[in-house]
């Protein structure tokens, strides 16, 4: 995401995190960049130079932060559209959420908790379905997390608008009630919402509403996250426990078959993006780039095992099902086992 130190928004950046990832060859990197300079949603970025660069920039967002002014998003959408790329956005209208720290709803109020309101989410993705509409381009909902939401996204559908989104491993699987215990590992934006959230949720992820699931990966310090709850950095570490959750929430309850994951994990990404050669079928001919899923073996989470310099997972001593074997680039075992063997 653009959301790193310095922001990814301009082409210096994003083809360095290219060249970067292609320097590494453990899988290929895709940068998104800013939608605006500095994230600050004052000024659009050079949205052209980073496209034209050697990472090829196709998604933008100033995820993390919305782009709330609606002249500005829809002057957006139009250069979107001019470049033949797509905007994400982080569907929040800021005005909305001052202090807010939890899921408006009897658990925030009980545990005195200021409150996330539902509409601070959909009255942005309502509003940026029409905007999307009239520019003629496609918008893309980061990180879907209510009910409401989904009721949108099919009514824009039944349009005609060109809106795709994503829902994230945790707003499938956790609801507010793990803020009883105020840990601030399970801080997140948006917020963790209503377990009838998670239900809707799961359902327009089968239904083909929501199109696909990202993992809204977010490390943090252990001192970002290791104080008290409002002052907490929001985010949780979401890579490698992206798939078993989808098994958990998705396979598990015949929501899903492993060919549905392979869609919202692998396909709908790529055709969203418009990335050719990742999402493709197993074939002859085809890149060879695969993950290889033992669907019979469980593991138990440990934070400070996992892939990362940070440990804040939601997930600590949770059995998991479904175990990725190995990753494979081009036809090279790039990891296996969970060690990389290049």
Known sequence: MANTDPVADNSTVTDNVWRTGRDIGLVDVYPIGAVTVGLEGKQLAEMGMMNAGVAGVRMFSDDGKCVADPLLMRRALEYAKSLDVLIAQHAEEPRLTVGAIAHEGPTASRLGLTGWPRA???????????????????????????????????????????????????????????????????????????????????????DGVIDCVATDHAPHAAQ?????????????????????????????????????????MSERPAQIVGLTDQGRPIAVGEPGNLTLV??????????????????????ESMTMPATVTATVLRGVVTARDGEVTR
């Open 120 to 206: 601070a989410e959909e009255s942005i993705v309502i509003r940026d379905a029409l905007l999307a509409r009239d520019a003629g381009t496609r918008v893309h909902i980061c990180h879907a997390s209510t009910e409401g939401t989904v009721e949108l996204l099919r009514w824009a559908r039944d349009q005609g608008i060109a809106i795709s989104a994503e829902v994230t491993p945790h707003h499938l699987l956790l609801d507010d009630s793990r803020l009883n215990t105020y840990d601030a590992v399970n801080k997140v934006n948006p917020p963790l919402r209503e377990h009838r959230d998670n239900l809707a949720l799961r359902q327009a992820l089968a």
């Open 224 to 264: 970002e996250k290791a104080c008290e709850f409002a002052q907490a950095r929001p985010g949780m570490l979401g890579l490698q426990t992206a798939l078993p959750i989808v098994v958990e929430t998705m396979v598990t309850p015949g929501l899903l078959d492993w060919r549905g994951v392979a869609r919202v």
């Open 294 to 315: 033992d669907p019979d073996t469980s593991w138990v989470v440990q934070g400070d095992r996992l892939a990362s310099l940070s440990s804040n997972t939601p997930y």
